[in-house]
């Protein structure tokens, strides 16, 4: 095939076309398909909060007139709302008296101290009295009386067994005499 | 063709990131035949051939506001895309080319004889064996420079190399087809 016929054919190849229907419907599906859009797009460069309420208020005038009488609505609220509460701006409070009450309130608080410590000291001695005669030991009981006890022991007869090795005893000294 | 259009061009991407969807319409009516002829002629099947050209400006919609004016035509860009899905088209689905599936358009010839009509079937159907035989750069060229008609210049550009690069291409190309069709007497 000579060069010329070649390129002939080559030329033809230019009368190739996608058919009309695909090239309309393909032409409407795709345009009626969203784009998809990065995130950057909708952000600035440099995302600041000033920048961003900037950009918004200066496309938006009212905006920036609505946040501006929000705040001053907010700061005029929180002050009366001060005033109101804390008991350091009421008019016409008398110091003096507030001083004596606080104190009556501080003695009648160690009055119930007082009263509530002797409660205590009661109870520990109740339990203590209730603890020597609920126990069977005799610990508790006085020194004294667990001595005289002993001597009375002491003094008394003596049992049959320690007798009889008392005379045994005698007996074996006899002997070895 | 691509430099007078270039500024027209720019400003209809422009419009199109924006989201005026009429503009890329007028971007798909001016080179969506081009871009079905290049997919065409590389996979021979019709319907294959409008699915990747669909997906290609479908792709190239989605993604408008990716492309950056760097001097490079959309055309470029729009090769570029084509050249990928035709890629992955291959990779995935291992579909062999079936020349026998001409296009009758291509086969439009005066005198409607039987005989004349099969024996330009036959040679249209061998100088498309041969293209396909062709390096992949050596195709692009040759479907640029001789379907499309585009100068040295716009090529050069679509392909990202210099024009002295195109000018040898096209002929190593020519030389290739030549020699593949030696034997060939249309």
């Known amino acids: 095939m000579k060069p010329k016929e070649i390129l002939h054919i080559l030329q033809s190849l230019k009368d190739i076309e996608p058919r009309k229907d695909f090239s309309e419907e393909s032409r409407f599906l795709i345009l009626s398909t969203k784009q998809k859009h990065s995130l950057k797009e909708y952000l600035p460069s440099r995302v600041s909060l000033s920048g961003v309420l900037s950009?918004?208020?200066?496309?938006?005038?009212?905006?920036?007139?609505?946040?501006?009488?929000?705040?001053?609505?907010?700061?005029?609220?929180?002050?009366?709302?001060?005033?109101?509460?804390?008991?350091?701006?009421?008019?016409?409070?008398?110091?003096?008296?507030?001083?004596?009450?606080?104190?009556?309130?501080?003695?009648?608080?160690?009055?119930?101290?007082?009263?509530?410590?002797?409660?205590?000291?009661?109870?520990?001695?109740?339990?203590?009295?209730?603890?020597?005669?609920?126990?069977?030991?005799?610990?508790?009981?006085?020194?004294?009386?667990?001595?005289?006890?002993?001597?009375?022991?002491?003094?008394?007869?003596?049992?049959?067994?320690?007798?009889?090795?008392?005379?045994?005893?005698e007996i074996l000294k006899q002997i070895n005499q | 063709?691509?430099?007078?259009?270039?500024?027209?061009?720019?400003?209809?991407?422009?419009?199109?990131?924006?989201?005026?969807?009429?503009?890329?319409?007028?971007?798909?009516?001016?080179?969506?035949?081009?871009?079905?002829?290049?997919?065409?002629?590389?996979?021979?099947?019709?319907?294959e051939a409008e699915d990747i050209t669909h997906h290609v400006f479908l792709n190239a919609w989605q993604n408008i506001d990716a492309f950056e004016d760097q001097g490079l035509p959309i055309t470029s860009w729009l090769y570029k895309i084509a050249h990928n899905k035709v890629v992955d088209y291959y990779r995935t689905r291992r579909f062999t080319a079936n020349i026998d599936d001409i296009p009758e358009e291509i086969l439009n010839i005066a005198t409607g004889?039987?005989?004349?009509?099969?024996?330009?079937?036959?040679?249209?159907?061998?100088?498309?064996?041969?293209?396909r035989s062709l390096p992949e750069d050596q195709q692009n060229v040759v479907m640029m420079r001789f379907v499309e008609e585009l100068p040295h210049k716009d090529i050069a550009q679509v392909l990202g190399k210099s024009e002295g690069t195109i000018r040898v291409l096209q002929h190593r190309a020519i030389k290739s087809l030549q020699h593949i069709l030696k034997d060939y007497e249309a």
């Open chain 2, 113 to 131: 004889d039987d005989q004349e009509l099969v024996q330009r079937r036959i040679a249209v159907k061998k100088v498309l064996e041969a293209l």
């Open chain 1, 55 to 169: 950009q918004s208020f200066l496309s938006h005038p009212l905006r920036a007139i609505a946040f501006t009488f929000a705040g001053v609505l907010i700061i005029v609220t929180a002050y009366t709302a001060t005033q109101e509460i804390s008991p350091l701006f009421l008019p016409g409070l008398n110091q003096g008296k507030v001083v004596a009450e606080a104190e009556m309130i501080n003695k009648t608080i160690n009055i119930e101290l007082d009263r509530l410590e002797y409660f205590d000291a009661t109870n520990k001695t109740g339990s203590s009295a209730l603890n020597q005669v609920t126990s069977k030991q005799l610990d508790h009981l006085n020194q004294s009386i667990l001595e005289k006890e002993a001597q009375n022991i002491g003094t008394g007869t003596l049992s049959p067994e320690v007798e009889m090795n008392e005379k045994l005893n």
């Open chain 2, 1 to 47: 063709m691509i430099g007078a259009n270039k500024k027209n061009d720019i400003d209809l991407i422009r419009r199109a990131a924006e989201g005026e969807s009429s503009a890329f319409g007028l971007l798909y009516d001016k080179y969506h035949r081009a871009i079905y002829r290049f997919v065409y002629l590389k996979v021979s099947h019709r319907e």
